[in-house]
Structures are given as C-alpha cells and as structure tokens.
C-alpha cells in the first residue's frame, strides 16, 4: 500500500513562511507528477500547486501565484511546497498526491491514485 507522508504544517502570523514536504516511503516519485491539494472546512477541495515529474511543467492556483513555490527532490524522494506571505484564507489540511501520471493535467486532477493524510496549515494572529 503506497502512502504519501507530508509534514511541514503549523501554525503561523500572517505574512509568515512555511514550507511542506511530501515523501512516500518504498514509492519512487520520480516518475510521477505530484499535486498539492488543500481543504478549509466547509470549502471545497482545492489544488493548489502541481509539478510534473522532472519539472518541465509547474502548474500553481491563481489564489497562490507569486506566494508558494513547488520543487523536488528526486535525490531525496521529496516533493516540496515552500509558502510565503501566508494569508488567513491558506488555512487548511494540505495533502499531496498524484494520479501517476508524469505530466500534470493542469493545477488538480480529477482523480488521484494516492493520498497522505495531510498536514494542517494555520494562518492566524
């Protein structure tokens, strides 16, 4: 059973910084485009960053432009999602996941194959 594990999350002012990971143990992420994904309650699912499989497409949210920056590490099995200038409407559980394909079909998929448990992102003074 593939599980993605992604950390980072906390609590944070506003205008502050934070960066996430995603990793999947025994699951080789190289081959595959990852997606950010976030959920506030009562709001529906959101994606928020996308990054194909060697970086040759980069997919982001208008909501998050200019703010967070995707990267990999393929050495390090990593994906991550660095957050700056946070807002209170980032609040949410952010998840990665991919629906193990290499390229990406824009900034969220329509279905995803695997999923962490996702790490809670708090934006509040």
């Known amino acids: 059973q593939v599980q993605f594990v992604e950390s980072g999350g906390g609590l944070v002012q506003p205008g502050g910084s934070l960066t996430l990971s995603c990793s999947a143990p025994g699951f080789i992420l190289d081959y595959y485009a990852v997606t950010w994904v976030r959920q506030a309650p009562g709001k529906e699912r959101e994606g928020v960053s996308c990054i194909s499989s060697f970086e040759g497409m980069i997919y982001y949210a208008d909501s998050v432009k200019g703010r967070f920056t995707v990267s990999r590490s393929n050495a390090e099995n990593t994906v991550y999602l660095q957050m700056s200038d946070l807002e209170p409407e980032d609040t949410a559980v952010y998840y990665c996941?991919?629906?193990?394909?290499?390229?990406?079909?824009?900034?969220?998929?329509?279905?995803?194959?695997?999923w962490g448990q996702g790490t809670q992102v708090t934006v509040s003074s």
């Open positions: 996941a991919t629906d193990t394909l290499s390229n990406c079909r824009g900034v969220s998929s329509p279905r995803y194959d695997y």
